[in-house]
């Protein structure tokens, strides 16, 4: 249908463009889950139109406040909808149940009818998912980053089994004889998996005061934040870089595309002679950014291959990958324990890693401020020349 297909695209830009990049679970692969599951409930529960699209519009925003936080984010979920559907005029969309619908993932809502309550399943899907634990800490690391508070392992685990055997159950005849089993395989998984953390715990407070022995030798914390805020700085700037890098390709590439698939058949015509240059004109400048775009992002790995007595004379830097992934573990597990001995050595390391990692990205940025400036230019001169072609018609 039309109006799930622009659904789809809004909600995608959306979180593209909006999203915090705090929520690593409830993004867009969250929300794609929830409109899977909603599909296979309408097919299992086998619900027809128009209850079947409000339902789909209703898992396709469910989620859309968390661009504005996670507080009362069903309520501005309910307002993102209403602002999307005035765009369009479907007879088929009853708005109002589509935001009851949002409103019923509410952890203390209980659903009332057959939507709400496959709705409220379709919520709740990953707890059947093979790859739940992964999930499951997708979430946790969200929940510390957004609400400043932390988890230990042990503690995460129980409150997720405790949620999977005792809190929650489903609704829906379909979940309950479908979902419902493979949700029992992964509260037994869950349960191994805290039996396991509990013996770890044991065994690591038997080393608590040896670590603190330890920490004392170790820079201090003030160095340590400052090399981990100016690495993540610079891990974040060149994400940022790719991104729009990315955008450059996807943006050329349309152009290209169109540019052979609907103008360049039609160049034969001599009635469309004067469009042949100023097509060429942006074809090239669209290739030329491409290649641009395309060195700036491209990865560069050294091969230049390090010995250990290279190490020993502290000539290699230890933290690249492309030097240490030639190594043997144990010369590498040696490298790194003598690295955490050495003070100096270890800044040192830290210091020449920025450094090269500065390189890298003033090459990216440059390389991509020079894509830029020739695809603007490219869209300036092309644009010029298609009107002139046009005037001298």
């Known amino acids: 249908m039309e109006l799930l297909l622009k659904a789809e695209a809004y909600i995608f830009n959306l979180f593209k463009d909006k999203l915090s990049s705090e929520y690593i679970y409830h993004d867009y692969l969250h929300t794609l889950r929830v409109v899977t599951a909603v599909n296979e409930l309408i097919k299992g529960e086998r619900i027809l139109e128009p209850d079947a699209t409000n339902l789909k519009l209703a898992a396709w925003f469910h989620d859309a406040g968390y661009i504005l936080g996670c507080d ?47 709705m409220k399943d379709a919520d709740f899907y990953h707890f059947t998912l093979d790859n739940y634990s992964e999930l499951a800490d ?9 609400c400043t508070q932390q988890l230990t392992d042990v503690d995460w685990c129980t409150q997720n089994l405790n ?23 992964n509260i037994f998984k869950l349960r191994e998996n805290l039996d396991k953390l509990k013996l770890n715990k044991k065994s690591k407070n038997k080393q608590i005061k040896e670590k603190k022995l330890e920490k004392l030798d170790r820079p201090e914390r003030g160095i340590e934040t400052l090399f981990r805020t100016t690495l993540n700085n610079h891990t974040q700037l060149s994400a940022i870089a790719d991104s729009k890098a990315n955008i450059l390709l996807s943006v050329n590439s349309i152009i290209i595309s169109i540019s052979l698939t609907a103008i360049i058949p039609k160049l034969d015509s001599p009635s469309n002679a004067h469009l042949i240059i100023p097509t060429f004109i942006l074809l090239i400048f669209s290739v030329i950014t491409i290649v641009y775009t395309i060195l700036a992002t491209k990865p560069k790995v050294s091969s230049n291959s390090i010995t250990k007595q290279d190490i020993e004379q502290r000539k290699a830097n230890i933290l690249f990958f492309g ?56 869209i300036i001169i092309s644009v ?3 009107c002139i072609a046009f005037i001298r018609i």
């Not at 005035?86 to 659903?111: G, M, R």
């Not at 609704?171 to 493979?182: G, I, L, R, S, V």
């Not at 010369?331 to 500065?358: C, E, Q, S, W």
Request: proline letters at 2%; one cysteine or more; aromatic letters at 16%.
């Open 163 to 185: 949620v999977l055997s005792k809190n929650h159950y489903y609704f829906t005849d379909y979940a309950k004889e479908n979902w419902q089993p493979k949700k029992e395989q």
């Open 72 to 118: 009362n984010h069903e309520e501005r979920s309910c307002e993102i909808f209403k602002d999307f559907i005035k765009e369009y005029t479907f007879k088929n969309v009853d708005i109002e149940q589509v935001c009851s619908l949002i409103l019923a993932t509410k952890c203390v809502h209980f659903p009332t009818n057959l939507l709400e309550m496959c």
């Open 384 to 386: 010029a020349a298609f």
């Open 323 to 378: 030097n240490f992934h030639q190594l043997p573990l144990t010369d590498f597990n040696d490298a790194m324990n003598d690295l955490m001995k050495d003070r100096d050595y270890l800044y040192d390391t830290l210091i020449k890693d920025l450094y090269y990692l500065g390189l890298v990205l003033n090459k990216k940025y440059r390389m991509l401020s020079i894509s830029y400036t020739v695809f603007m230019y490219g």
């Open 138 to 146: 997708l979430l946790k690391k969200e929940i510390e980053t957004t």
